[in-house]
């Protein structure tokens, strides 16, 4: 694979998760050796990039930017209205050199100046500049405001909507994009509304004004300065869609930097024991060499927008000089007046250049907001139906039937599987990496919909089922562990945030977590960090376990839930596990086969099928596929 066929695989995959079995990824860190070949086939959802490349549509992009400030309407009308003054006041400023010119300094009757007069209108030009100054402080002051109660609302809506996605989405978007997203795209959008805005509004209304008052000081000289025009908007068009593209491109290879840092970081353990640090290294070279390629042209084209536009500024300003000298000469054009349209000549240039420089920050905040609503206009979860049933208390009774499923519509998962669980019953699945053992469950939470057959509690169609009263009926203890800032106590409560103390140290102790929790500093009111890092990786599981006690849920999922700990201590929560799936419906994926033994039932899944099922005793007597696996005659792969 050459360098370019590489950097492309891992722009590709960094700016989506790569996926393991049905699509669910296996965990934060690399899956295996990272680097290894171009990009596998993503998992649900393969084909969609989400806000890549050019914005499609700049108009609706900014219409929608501007809904965001229309709660701030009378404060944005106050700002424009400072603006209006600052202009009038520096138009008017500047357009008092000409009196004060002509009647004080080189009187045009060709009198002597008058020190005095000159001095009061020094303060009478000094008092307008002043207002112009306060009423840009004051337009600034308010502007930011207004600025970061849209870029709060931004964020508010992002983080809402991204609580309504289904699990398909998080399954195929890296988290460091998301989080780009958030942060980088949030703060270009923020610099815009604060400054850029701002600044195109001030700089049309210099345009105008200026160009009146050149109009009223000299024809002539105006359509000297108006024939340079089309040469500097020809010039700055051509710089811009540079600028836009390049900005694109920084931007999307950024959130790709930033999707490979969080995965690196998550996983280092494994990029260590697996030696793969060069590789890595090697891999984030690429990332970051095509980012700074980016960044550089990007910036480029933004930098020298400015100076484009200030050389040929210059030319018109030269020009206007020649010609005005001459017309003071033969034409009898006054002193005074070549002054001020001399500053006006440059002041008309001025807002044109700054104008011309924002560019680039309306480019990148246009390039940032798409990505921005990207995600906003993500679909998601489909709504329940009207009449969803809602169960209370459930039972737990699960049925399956006939069901088939897969995250590709062309790709099947799962093939015509069908069984059922009373409350009370633990069922267990086994069987090779990939056979849809985790699909079930995912498909029992409703985090997929099924494409044939129907998945029943207590004969009812989960379809049917209002899906929040489905998932708070059902609790889950994952493989991978995850704890959130807190105290250890609010951790447990998390599976049931009404739960009172002394049920979250019951549900400790059913999880056989007291002991350990006991000799932390402060006990349960220990502070966790960095999802628990100060904790074993079984300590971390035990938590997990209690958060599922103490749910109260009905059904109980446990996926490799005891992979984490060690012999001795499965063996001291095995009772505690035992009460807590006493009244319960539970589902247990293991590959230790040990832990699934005391079953009502096990099922043997391959390649999506249920091959074999049936009590401990019954499968091993049947010596087929579960014999091979218990006795050790075939490895799970």
């Not at 805005?197 to 009146?212: C, D, M, N, P, R």
């Not at 446990?558 to 060690?566: C, P, R």
């Amino acid at each position: 694979m050459n360098r370019k066929e590489k950097l492309d695989s891992l722009k590709y995959r960094y700016g989506r998760k790569r996926t393991g079995e049905g699509g669910m990824s296996s965990g934060p860190g690399p899956a295996g050796p990272p680097g290894h070949g171009p990009a596998g086939p993503p998992g649900p959802g393969r084909g969609r990039r989400m806000g890549r490349g050019r914005p499609k549509n700049s108009g609706e992009t900014i219409r929608r930017l501007l809904r965001y400030l229309q709660g701030d309407t009378p404060k944005l009308l106050a700002a424009f209205v400072c603006i209006i003054v600052n202009t009038l006041g520096t138009l008017a400023g500047a357009y008092m050199l000409r009196p004060i010119i002509n009647t004080y300094i080189v009187p045009v009757d060709g009198s002597r100046g008058d020190p005095t007069g000159l001095f009061k209108a020094l303060l009478v030009m000094a008092f307008v500049y002043v207002a112009g100054v306060g009423a840009n402080y004051l337009q600034a002051r308010i502007m930011l405001n207004v600025a970061q109660t849209a870029l709060r609302n931004i964020r508010n809506d992002l983080f809402g909507k991204m609580q309504s996605f289904p699990v398909r989405f998080y399954d195929t978007n890296s988290n460091g994009d998301l989080m780009s997203r958030f942060t980088n795209d949030v703060d270009t959008i923020g610099m815009m509304l604060s400054n850029t805005l701002v600044q195109l509004f001030a700089g049309i209304l210099s345009i105008v004004g200026t160009l009146l008052l050149m109009i009223y000081t000299n024809i002539w000289l105006t359509l000297v300065t108006l024939a340079m025009i089309p040469v500097m908007m020809k010039a700055g068009g051509i710089v811009a869609k540079q600028s836009h593209r390049h900005f694109s491109a920084q931007q999307t290879s950024l959130g790709a930097v930033n999707g490979y840092i969080e995965e690196m970081i998550t996983g280092q353990k494994v990029v260590k024991v697996f030696c793969h640090e060069d590789m890595a290294q090697e891999e984030f070279d690429l990332l970051n060499e095509d980012l700074r390629d980016n960044q550089i042209r990007a910036q480029f084209f933004g930098g020298i927008m400015g100076p484009v536009m200030g050389n040929l500024s210059q030319v018109n300003y030269s020009l206007t000089a020649c010609i005005g000298g001459l017309l003071c000469i033969f034409r009898n054009f006054d002193v005074g007046g070549l002054t001020v349209f001399l500053n006006f000549s440059r002041q008309f240039s001025r807002p044109i250049n700054e104008i011309s420089m924002q560019i680039s920050n309306v480019f990148s905040a246009l390039a940032g907001a798409e990505r921005v609503f990207a995600v906003m206009d993500e679909a998601p979860e489909p709504a329940d139906e009207a009449d969803a049933a809602v169960l209370a208390p459930m039972k737990g009774h699960v049925v399956l039937d006939h069901v088939t499923f897969g995250y590709d519509p062309g790709k099947v998962i799962l093939k015509d599987v069908s069984l059922y669980a009373k409350p009370g019953q633990k069922i267990a699945f086994v069987g090779s990496t990939g056979a849809g053992k985790t699909t079930i469950t995912n498909l029992i939470n409703r985090f997929y919909d099924i494409q044939g057959g129907s998945i029943m509690v207590d004969g009812i169609d989960i379809r049917h089922i209002r899906r929040d009263n489905l998932r708070r009926n059902i609790a889950m203890v994952l493989q991978d562990t995850h704890l959130f800032t807190g105290t250890v106590m609010e951790n447990i409560r998390y599976g049931r945030l009404d739960a009172t103390d002394e049920e979250v140290i019951q549900a400790a102790k059913t999880a056989s977590a007291h002991s350990f929790i006991n000799r932390l500093p402060q006990g349960y009111q220990t502070m966790l960090g960095g999802d628990g890092a100060n904790l074993s990786q079984g300590q971390r599981q035990l938590l997990n376990i209690a958060r599922a006690a103490v749910s109260r849920a009905p059904i109980l999922i446990l996926d490799e839930a005891t992979s984490s700990v060690d012999t001795r201590t499965e063996r001291h929560i095995e009772h505690g596990m035992d009460r807590l799936m006493a009244d319960r419906t539970t589902f247990v994926i293991a590959h230790r086969l040990s832990t699934v033994r005391n079953a009502n039932a096990i099922m043997v899944l391959e390649h999506g099928e249920i091959i074999e099922r049936g009590d401990h005793q019954e499968l091993v007597a049947k010596k087929g596929r579960y014999y091979e696996l218990y006795t050790g005659l075939s490895e799970l792969e």
